[in-house]
């Protein structure tokens, strides 16, 4: 008895999926830091500088959380402080929109300054400025561990989509190892910021806890970066892309 050819539409879809996947997420890191790094020939500082958003991104990341800082701790006045920090938010928004470059990053640290702002001025707890961070470095932490749970390490997708791979990276067993370990490192990061704050939080230390989510921003994320990069050129170099 013959048996009959397989129906194209009863094969699972799950690779597809996958590769849809690992496109959207590589196409977004494409425009991120990792994108940067992987359009230049040697990462060395000017190039770690345009993955960190240049000079004018790491002083819209930095400025509003710092003068929050400064201001509540000399007056311990929250709606002066939000105020500032909020208002200075905004005027990096405007101003990037009239000179018509890229507001994304502006917009979104303004939409969270706001709602975090929001959040303290209605609870008149000034560490629920920063709640929305904990959830946000929680949500990133879970995506990151489940993504190695369910075998697909998130650090694996965006590489080989820079890499022009794909997901074939997943047949190399050397590979799959690197990503997971350089995805547990991105979590890591995320976990290590909630395991110092959150203590913080819960002791109302508004003043450290400010100071701590400078020091844990940039000063964690740039070198994790530079540091994923230089593995993943590395392993690619011994294991050229195998597909």
């Not at 849809?20 to 590589?26: D, K, P, R, S, T």
């Not at 991120?32 to 190039?47: E, F, M, Q, R, T």
């Not at 949500?139 to 561990?145: D, G, I, K, P, S």
């Amino acid at each position: 008895m013959t048996g009959h050819p397989q129906d194209e539409s009863s094969k699972p879809a799950e690779p597809e999926t996958a590769e849809a996947l690992a496109a959207a997420i590589g196409g977004a890191a494409q425009k991120s830091g990792l994108g940067a790094l992987a359009n230049a020939d040697k990462p060395n500082g000017k190039v770690l500088l345009e993955a960190m958003g240049g000079i004018r991104g790491i002083v819209e990341a930095t400025v509003p959380g710092l003068l929050f800082l400064l201001v509540y701790t000399v007056d311990q006045n929250l709606p002066l402080a939000l105020g500032i920090s909020v208002g200075v938010a905004a005027v990096f928004t405007v101003l990037r929109l009239v000179q018509k470059t890229p507001v994304s990053s502006a917009l979104g640290g303004l939409i969270a300054a706001g709602a975090s702002a929001a959040l303290a001025l209605l609870t008149n707890r000034p560490e629920d400025n920063f709640v929305l961070g904990f959830v946000t470095n929680g949500a990133y932490a879970a995506a990151l561990l489940i993504s190695i749970a369910v075998g697909w390490p998130l650090i694996g997708l965006i590489a080989g989509y820079l890499m022009n791979e794909g997901t074939a990276w997943r047949r190399v067993a050397i590979k799959r190892r690197v990503f997971v370990i350089l995805t547990l490192c991105w979590a890591g990061m995320f976990i290590l910021r909630l395991a110092v704050q959150l203590p913080l939080y819960l002791a109302g230390n508004v003043e450290w806890l400010a100071a701590t989510k400078l020091l844990m921003g940039i000063p964690l994320y740039a070198p994790l970066l530079i540091l994923t990069w230089l593995v993943v050129r590395a392993v690619y170099r011994k294991l050229p892309a195998s597909a």
